[in-house]
């Protein structure tokens, strides 16, 4: 297995010196202890569908020790996450994505609900960031169907917005977790920065 211990810090974990053999099954607290974080970290994983994991009759979870392996070598690039951006087409769309990629993250646009819900839970990205003011597309009503479909509503989601949000905008924002707010002209190191504080807090 090849895992730079460098890039394997920017994702919260150090390379492991050597793996139990591939078929053996561990739980997720020797997990973390192989990788040097806590067992929750692993869970976290696991409930974002990062790490393939089988939960037990008594509720507790096995991990593949083959599982954990790819886990580590699909990660040769760390840094770099898929972010799902729905919006408007046109320029702001297309300055939020560059600025995405500067940042090392590769932008997957969609101008609509069905596409951006299609893309959502085929390519699964690491953050939603949905213009609550765009045009094509119910933004509030795209942000609960996420939260209704399995695979893909604990992914967490950034709101851009042409203005600012009225209070029940902001509550119902609140309900349906979104984890930060940017309104728009945007700098592209504010993107980058909100981006960047809302993965540190999932990986």
Same mark, same amino acid.
């Given at each position: 297995?090849?895992?730079?211990?460098?890039?394997?810090?920017?994702?919260?974990?150090?390379?492991?010196?050597?793996?139990?053999?591939?078929?053996?099954?561990?739980?997720?607290?020797?997990?973390?202890?192989?990788?040097?974080? &806590?067992?929750?970290?692993?869970?976290?994983?696991?409930?974002?569908?990062?790490?393939?994991?089988?939960?037990?009759?008594?509720?507790?979870?096995?991990?593949?020790?083959?599982?954990?392996?790819e886990f580590l070598n699909?990660?040769?690039?760390?840094?770099?996450?898929?972010?799902?951006?729905?919006?408007?087409?046109?320029?702001?769309?297309?300055?939020?994505?560059?600025?995405?990629?500067?940042?090392?993250?590769?932008?997957?646009?969609?101008?609509?609900?069905?596409?951006?819900?299609?893309?959502?839970?085929?390519?699964?990205?690491?953050?939603?960031? =949905?213009?609550?003011?765009? &045009?094509?597309?119910?933004?509030?009503?795209?942000?609960?169907?996420?939260?209704? &479909?399995?695979?893909?509503?604990?992914?967490?989601?950034?709101?851009?917005?042409?203005?600012?949000?009225?209070?029940?905008?902001?509550?119902?924002? =609140?309900?349906?977790?979104?984890?930060?707010?940017?309104?728009?002209?945007?700098?592209?190191? &504010?993107?980058?920065?909100?981006?960047?504080?809302?993965?540190?807090?999932?990986?």
């Amino acid at each position: 297995m090849q895992i730079v211990a460098e890039q394997a810090a920017l994702y919260g974990i150090r390379a492991p010196a050597k793996l139990p053999p591939a078929e053996q099954y561990i739980s997720p607290n020797e997990a973390g202890r192989i990788l040097s974080v &806590t067992g929750e970290a692993v869970k976290q994983w696991i409930y974002h569908r990062r790490l393939p994991a089988t939960k037990l009759s008594n509720g507790y979870w096995k991990i593949r020790v083959g599982d954990l392996e790819e886990f580590l070598n699909a990660r040769q690039d760390l840094g770099h996450k898929r972010i799902l951006l729905i919006d408007n087409a046109g320029a702001q769309v297309s300055e939020l994505a560059s600025a995405i990629e500067k940042a090392g993250h590769q932008p997957v646009i969609a101008h609509n609900a069905a596409d951006a819900l299609l893309k959502a839970s085929d390519q699964y990205p690491a953050l939603f960031v =949905i213009n609550v003011s765009m &045009t094509q597309a119910d933004a509030w009503k795209l942000m609960e169907k996420i939260r209704q &479909t399995r695979n893909i509503k604990t992914i967490p989601i950034l709101i851009v917005s042409d203005a600012d949000l009225k209070d029940t905008e902001s509550d119902r924002a =609140i309900e349906l977790g979104a984890q930060g707010f940017l309104r728009r002209p945007l700098k592209p190191q &504010t993107i980058i920065d909100e981006i960047t504080r809302i993965l540190g807090r999932i990986l």
